[in-house]
């Protein structure tokens, strides 16, 4: 069964809105995550580390008051892009590691964020 | 700083012919895993296989193979009798232990019937 969960899959929000995107893992605790964006036909470049009880790190070139990352839990971590404008319709993708055991690095379904 | 080549930017063969897909990195650490992950149209990631640096043996799973060669700095990716349902985006991926990982640019294979 899928180890890592996204909320929602899909969303359509009008310029200058705020989306929230969840990420949840499922089958364990996950002190790091991450989240990936991926342009149309292009590759998935990480946007920021997510780490449990304290903040995120970003990646040079993301501005970290637009996309607010949260790590409130072990198993969830949320990405709201703040006041979306349409450049930024992409779709996000976000990863867990299970450090505990495996060092298998779990990726999400992905949400395909259109902005209007 | 860590790199990942993907130079083939879209491959189309006929069904039952084998493919493969190039992958050379760069790296100065002695330390690092490598990945090959297929992203259908869905754009769900599948895993298809992690390889620590320490291993050099190659590995064959059904249909896929995959020749790691740390002299060349290469890890391809070889579908034999190519299907249709083996069209999908292939991305090669670098990272070290369980820190994030750096795509390539990605190839897009399509297997035409």
């Known amino acids: 069964g899928a180890v890592v969960s996204q909320h929602p899959s899909r969303v359509i929000c009008k310029s200058g809105t705020s989306v929230k995107i969840e990420c949840r893992s499922l089958d364990f605790q996950a002190t790091t995550m991450f989240w990936y964006r991926q342009f149309p036909k292009q590759s998935l470049m990480l946007m920021a580390t997510?780490?449990?009880?304290?903040?995120?790190?970003?990646e040079q070139g993301v501005e970290k008051d637009k996309f607010l990352i949260n790590h409130a839990s072990l198993t969830l971590s949320t990405l709201t892009v703040t006041s979306a404008h349409p450049e930024d319709s992409s779709f996000y993708i976000c990863?867990?590691?299970?450090?505990?055991?495996?060092?298998?690095?779990?990726f999400g379904p992905g949400t395909r964020l259109t902005v209007t | 700083a860590q790199k990942v080549t993907q130079a083939q930017t879209e491959i189309s063969v006929v069904e039952k012919e084998d493919v493969t897909l190039d992958c050379v990195y760069e790296t100065r650490d002695t330390t690092y895993y490598l990945f090959w992950y297929k992203q259908p149209p869905s754009g769900e990631l599948v895993f298809l296989i992690r390889r620590n640096s320490f291993d050099e043996q190659n590995e064959i799973s059904g249909r896929y193979s995959w020749n790691f060669q740390k002299s060349t700095s290469s890890f391809n990716f070889t579908i034999t009798a190519s299907q249709v349902v083996d069209s999908a985006v292939y991305f090669c991926?670098?990272?070290?232990?369980?820190?994030?990982?750096?795509f390539g640019t990605g190839t897009r294979l399509q297997v035409f019937p």
């Open positions: 991926a670098f990272s070290l232990e369980t820190d994030k990982l750096i």
């Open positions: 997510s780490n449990e009880g304290s903040k995120a790190t970003y």
């Open positions: 990863s867990v590691v299970d450090i505990g055991l495996s060092y298998e690095q779990y």
